[in-house]
């Protein structure tokens, strides 16, 4: 529990310190750089923090089911479990929902496939 405590702290003060930094040295930047760091920062923060937190989130539920027996059901832990298992699908609608170049590059790969001039799809295009 301690290193589960401690790394989540490390993390949100991390970001914390980036955003204080970005605000405090926010003159020397013109607005719209600014706004497309700051951006990427949240972005980063949501693609680390999400599933950090479907990962963290159900082992402290165990354990502070173990040391307080009487306090959760067993339903309770069980869906703690289902939890961890939503986190791969969790992880890539996030990126989907954040990230504008992870959309393109999909409806780009889609758009390839879909299309009746190309029948196949060739997987250098695809990696390139």
Known sequence: IEVLIISTVTVFLLFGHMFYALYMEGSK???ASTANIRKSLIVLFAQLVVPLLMIIVPPFC???????????????????????????????????SLTPAYRKFLLSVLCCVCSKSQRTLDIFKVGS
């Open 29 to 31: 930047r013109s607005e």
């Open 62 to 96: 165990f354990n502070l089911s173990l040391l307080l027996p009487d306090q959760f059901s067993f339903e309770f832990t069980f869906s703690m479990h289902l939890v961890i298992s939503l986190h791969p699908i969790g992880h890539n609608f996030m990126f989907l």
